[in-house]
Nanobody, 118 residues
């Protein structure tokens, strides 16, 4: 059974940066698409980033371009999400997810809280 464990969230001031990470186990990480999704309090889930198994296809949602970078280290079974110039509206629980295709995640992590506030 696949497992995902996010870390690296926390409290950051507006304009700051964070690099949440997600450690995977229980499946072949290097063959799996990875995703980052966030959920603001009271709102639905918002997909924010996708990366292909070999990392050659990596992109963030248009609204975050320029502030978001997704990357992975297949030797460490870990995916990263670098967020820069953080804004209060970026406050959310950030989840990583994994799946055999780009279309539908199969595994989900428990999430890591990111709070942007002065």
């Amino acid at each position: 059974q696949g497992q995902l464990l996010e870390s690296g969230g926390g409290l950051v001031q507006p304009g700051g940066s964070l690099i949440p990470s997600c450690a995977a186990s229980g499946f072949t990480f290097s063959s799996t698409w990875m995703f980052w999704v966030r959920q603001n309090s009271g709102l639905g889930f918002e997909w924010i980033a996708t990366i292909s198994p070999d990392g050659s296809d990596a992109y963030c949602v248009d609204s975050l371009k320029g502030r978001c970078t997704v990357s992975r280290d297949n030797a460490k079974n870990t995916v990263y999400l670098q967020m820069n110039s953080l804004k209060p509206e970026d406050t959310a629980v950030y989840y990583c997810a994994a799946g055999p295709t780009r279309l539908r995640p199969k595994y989900w992590g428990q999430g890591t809280q990111v709070t942007v506030s002065s």
